[in-house]
């Protein structure tokens, strides 16, 4: 199993902004999940991208995976305050573990 | 369906004591995984069990446990607190394996030793 690398560390932008996550991995993969965190809470999950799968979209958000270069990126299109979160990447074997990086942190400001 | 129900929400325990948190996944759900999550370490996988066994462990020492029931529901259990130990527990219910679907998290345990 492994855990995937996100970039930014830590993201501030202005409401309306987009706002864009990296996420970077070594091996290869089954899937690859994305889940954001409310500060002090339970991860909600937001998208998950099979490996034959290019891109994908889920209302404001829009997921690319490039098996290639293994990595992801998440967008998140005209961002809120609500958004303001943590946004941690999970690449997962048939049967691995979900690993979670260190996450994103973004941070939206009105 | 009812969401991941963990208990309690919060604990406090004193250094040397052990506690037990419990975890009800959604109905149907067999998969159960469970974290650690402090600001240093950022989020630590523990343990997931899947139809009560044990499927895949983490790094953590042996004072750190786990087990599945025939409902799936899932305890953990930490013995000999260490104050390192404070963190937000948290547990994920799957239907499958991470392989093939989604995690849903429950709200956690705050566990606080001093």
């Known amino acids: 199993s492994q855990q995937g690398e996100e970039d930014p560390q830590a993201l501030s932008i202005q409401e309306g902004e987009n706002a864009t996550m990296n996420c970077s991995y070594k091996?290869?993969?089954?899937?690859l999940q994305w889940y954001r965190q409310n500060s002090g809470r339970g991860l909600v999950h937001l998208i998950l991208i099979r490996s034959n799968e290019r891109e994908k979209h889920s209302g404001r958000l829009r997921v690319t995976l490039d098996t290639s270069k293994k990595s992801s990126s998440l967008l998140i299109t005209a961002s809120r305050a609500a958004d303001t979160a943590s946004y941690f990447c999970?690449?997962?074997?048939?049967?691995?573990?979900?690993?979670f990086g260190q996450g994103t942190e973004l941070s939206v400001k009105p | 369906k009812a969401g991941v129900t963990q208990t309690p929400r919060y604990l406090i325990k004193t250094r040397g004591q052990q506690v037990t948190l419990s975890c009800s996944p959604i109905?149907?759900?067999?998969?159960v995984s469970w974290y650690q999550q402090t600001p240093g370490q950022g989020l630590q996988f523990l343990f997931e069990y899947f139809s009560e066994t044990q499927r895949n462990k983490g790094n953590f020492p042996g004072r750190f446990s786990g087990r599945q029931f025939s409902n799936s529901r899932s305890e953990m259990n930490v013995s000999t607190l260490e104050l390192g130990d404070s963190a937000l527990y948290l547990c994920?219910?799957?239907?499958?394996?991470?392989?093939?679907?989604?995690?849903?998290f429950g709200q956690g345990t705050r566990l606080t030793v001093v």
């Open positions: 091996t290869s993969i089954n899937n």
């Open positions: 994920a219910s799957l239907e499958g394996g991470a392989g093939i679907s989604e995690a849903f």
């Open positions: 109905s149907g759900h067999r998969s």
């Open positions: 999970a690449p997962v074997n048939q049967g691995g573990k979900l690993i």
